[in-house]
């Protein structure tokens, strides 16, 4: 089955900095790349995706990147604020089909601080 | 419009009790989910549901069981709780078949098996 791993557990910067957390799949077949962001005691909620037809996707300070050759993507975070302070957790699917539901594969998470 | 409503929040078992997790989805999501989380390990697929009426192994499904009620709901059963199941577990949802396949989480249900 597909293994995701992911990399750094924990990041510190300060704030206005960038942070950068890497993630690494092993199933060729998956197509479909999310990320979460989960703050303490809370749910996990999408921040972005991204699929296997796009190399880059950006939405305002926030952007994914993907290698489909290495098998590894990227979260990119910019101009960080306090309140981006929480665990990120990057997934891989092989995305939805008949009968196969959308079962996401996730990494071990980054937990990242965001200093004043 | 509620999204994906877990019951309960909070739970504690004794070793060798048994309980039901409650999960319900007003999205029309065809797709259902069962995750753990624990410390350092990230979210774990117990069992999903593709579809009304289909069900399949996840990651861990060992010591759980589900059921797909209805579209809406999607519960996850623990017959004899041990220790090692103490988790935080999600319930997750999404819709199958589109472009868009984000999948939606309940709030989380916290068990302790003592």
């Known amino acids: 089955g597909e293994n995701v791993e992911q990399h750094p557990s924990t990041l510190s910067v300060q704030e206005g900095d960038s942070a950068v957390i890497k993630c690494t799949y092993s199933d060729s077949a998956s197509n479909y790349f999310p990320w979460y962001k989960q703050e303490l005691g809370k749910r996990p909620q999408l921040i972005i995706d991204?699929?296997?037809?796009?190399g880059e996707k950006k939405d305002q300070r926030i952007a994914v990147t993907l290698n489909k050759t290495a098998k590894h993507f990227s979260l990119h975070i910019t101009e960080t604020q306090p309140e981006d302070s929480a665990v990120y957790f990057c997934?891989?699917?092989?995305?939805?089909?008949?009968?196969?539901?959308?079962?996401?594969?996730f990494g071990t998470g980054t937990q990242l601080k965001v200093e004043l | 419009n509620a999204g994906v409503t877990q019951t309960p929040k909070f739970q504690v078992l004794k070793t060798g009790q048994s309980m039901t997790l409650q999960c319900a989805q007003d999205m029309n999501h065809n797709s259902m989910y069962w995750y753990r989380q624990d410390p350092g390990m990230g979210l774990r697929l117990i069992y999903y549901s593709a579809s009304e009426g289909t069900t399949d192994k996840g990651e861990v499904p060992n010591g759980y069981n589900v059921s797909r009620l209805n579209k809406r709901e999607f519960s996850l059963r623990l017959e004899s709780a041990a220790p090692s199941q103490t988790s935080v577990y999600f319930c997750?949802?999404?819709?199958?078949?589109?472009?868009?396949?984000?999948?939606?989480f309940g709030q989380g249900t916290r068990l302790t098996v003592v």
């Open positions: 991204i699929r296997s037809n796009v």
């Open positions: 997750a949802s999404s819709l199958e078949g589109r472009s868009n396949t984000e999948a939606f």
């Open positions: 997934a891989a699917s092989t995305g939805s089909g008949p009968g196969g539901g959308n079962k996401l594969t």
